[in-house]
């Protein structure tokens, strides 16, 4: 079975600090993502990175940026957290072909004071 | 760009009744297609999906959706509900017109709760 874990199930922080959020996917594949979601809203693509040290802007991703060094592991970095990030954020990694279903982490709950 | 519709926030069936949550999608090309669902406090569960072929796709937990290119639908249904399918539905989709490994778009989803 395909296994996406992330690092916390939930995280307080305070405005202005810097917040690394971690996912480690076990299945070898090429293509991880950040989503946001927010009641009301769905989910939404921060970042996505379809290679080591590659990455494409998604939807929304003013205030956030990532890091992907290794294939198994993709970070997304709060600069200075801001009230407005606080939300739920789910990891998802996927194999190379457009076909291939998009396996997500158990989310972060990130709650910005 | 691509965009997905589900056009109730809550669906409310008895045990038993036959369900049906709906989804609209709009992309360039042609799409694929997807249903996940959500239990309280954990990530997206996959569901089901439509690539190409049977317009009747089967998934886990009974559940299956029907794939119509002319209304741009992908609505998910099930025979006879269970308590235990009460949970968030989200559909989703991918344009194959797009390039690169580029995420899913979702729809806002729904509240699916299945009365006893």
């Known amino acids: 079975d395909v296994k996406v874990t992330q690092s916390s199930r939930y995280l307080v922080k305070r405005t202005g600090e810097k917040v690394f959020l971690e996912c480690v996917q076990d299945?070898?594949?090429?293509?991880m993502f950040w989503y946001r979601q927010d009641p009301g809203l769905g989910l939404r693509l921060i970042y996505f990175?379809?290679?080591?040290?590659?990455?494409e802007k998604g939807d929304i991703p003013e205030g956030y940026s990532v890091s992907r060094e290794k294939k198994e592991r993709f970070s997304l970095i709060l600069e200075s957290a801001s009230t407005n990030q606080t939300s739920m954020y789910l990891c998802?990694?996927?194999?190379?072909?457009?076909?291939?279903?998009?396996?997500f982490g158990p989310g972060t709950r990130l709650l910005v004071l | 760009a691509q965009s997905v519709a589900q056009p109730e926030d809550q669906v409310n069936v008895a045990e038993g009744n036959p369900l049906t949550v709906k989804c609209t999608y709009s992309?360039?090309?042609?799409?694929?297609l997807f249903w996940y669902v959500q239990y309280p406090n954990r990530g997206l569960q996959f569901l089901l999906k439509?690539?190409?072929?049977?317009?009747l796709v089967k998934g886990s937990y009974g559940f299956e959706a029907e794939f119509n290119k002319s209304q741009t639908s992908f609505h998910l249904k099930k025979p006879s509900a269970l308590v235990s399918d009460s949970a968030l539905y989200f559909c989703?989709?991918?344009?194959?017109?797009?390039?690169?490994?580029?995420?899913?778009?979702f729809g806002k989803g729904t509240h699916l709760i299945i009365q006893p």
């Open positions: 439509y690539i190409t072929g049977d317009n």
């Open positions: 989703a989709v991918r344009d194959m017109a797009g390039g690169g490994a580029d995420g899913l778009t």
């Open positions: 990175s379809y290679d080591v040290k590659m990455k």
């Open positions: 998802a990694s996927t194999g190379g072909s457009y076909q291939e279903t998009q396996y």
């Open positions: 299945m070898d594949h090429e293509n």
């Open positions: 992309v360039s090309g042609n799409p694929y």
